[in-house]
């Protein structure tokens, strides 16, 4: 039986746990605040029931895999761990004391990943005790039901953590796609400024954002429109992405909008908030 540790028990932590332990790894759950962690096991649990009523597993099932997580607030539970999976906040500095302080409790030839939007790999590596086992893997929110996952190549790693990912990634039943390390990546290079120019659109007045997503998914048969897009992967995390990607490649043109950073520090960051560009009862 294999063991993955996964540091970070919010939205995407939750959801890579969830398709770990579903796929029969045994699964270290850490997050320094035990509120995190329980949020995170009752997301679980109702992902789990949801997907259940839609004829994705079933409810017995489903038991097993939430027994496969165990939650700690203690980074001793990652010990053992063919692989760790960091999915903190988008933030360097986080990421950066996360991968210092896992390095040093994993075994050396254990991976470590980041579920890091556009942060550099290469760059997070320095914190690490063996850079060669040092990988990018972006998974996709909702996690349980997005097929890809970006594996991302920094500047030591190893073609051994290529590979192995690669393979771990089929094991969960998902799509990987080997890409190089970049401000951004591929997918949020091509993806923000797209939901940058949608939330332009709408404080700029030229329409509300309900006309916009309605534009995209009529129009170019996008499955979900920018600005709901938005909501679902946190208008916080957008702001991060697009901060990384100015800085990382000096061009304004990846300047985030102002009606952005105004929602972020309102409070408003689409589902998990309950309020973004739209509304969430749920």
């Known amino acids: 039986m294999s063991k993955v540790a996964v540091v970070g028990a919010g939205t995407m932590g939750n959801g890579i746990a969830h398709v770990f332990a579903q796929y029969g790894w045994d699964v270290s759950l850490v997050d320094l605040e035990p509120e995190a962690l329980e949020r995170a096991l009752k997301k679980i649990a109702t992902n789990i029931e949801r997907l259940a009523r839609k004829g994705v597993g079933s409810l017995d099932s489903g038991a097993g895999t939430l027994a496969r997580i165990k939650p700690s607030t203690s980074f001793a539970a990652v010990k053992g761990a063919e692989i760790l999976v960091e999915a903190a906040t988008e933030n360097f500095k986080i990421k950066s ?23 550099s790999i290469t760059e997070l590596a320095k914190h690490a005790n063996n850079p060669a086992r040092v990988i990018g893997m972006h998974f996709m929110n909702p996690v349980p039901l997005m097929p890809l996952v970006e594996v991302v190549r920094g ?16 094991e ?3 799509t990987p796609v080997v890409v ?52 679902l992967i946190g208008l916080d995390v957008c702001l991060a992405i697009l901060e990384v990607m100015v800085e990382g490649f000096a061009n304004p ?23 973004g560009f739209y ?3 749920d």
């Open 97 to 119: 004391e996360i991968f210092a302080t896992v390095s040093r409790l994993l075994a050396p030839d254990s991976i470590l990943a980041s579920n890091t939007s556009s942060i």
């Open 279 to 281: 509304v969430y009862r």
């Open 172 to 174: 969960l039943g998902k």
């Open 180 to 231: 190089h390390d970049a401000p951004g990546f591929v997918s949020n290079r091509v993806l923000m400024p797209m939901i940058n120019e949608a939330i332009l659109c709408v404080q700029e007045g030229i329409a509300t954002a309900e006309a916009v997503d309605q534009v995209m998914t009529l129009g170019m048969k996008h499955p979900l429109g920018p600005l709901a897009l938005a909501d």
């Open 155 to 170: 500047q030591e790693t190893g073609d051994g953590s290529i590979a192995r990912v690669v393979e771990i990634a089929k």
């Open 253 to 275: 043109k990846y300047r985030p909008a102002r009606l952005l950073k105004e929602m972020v520090a309102s409070g408003r960051l689409g589902r998990k908030s309950g309020v």
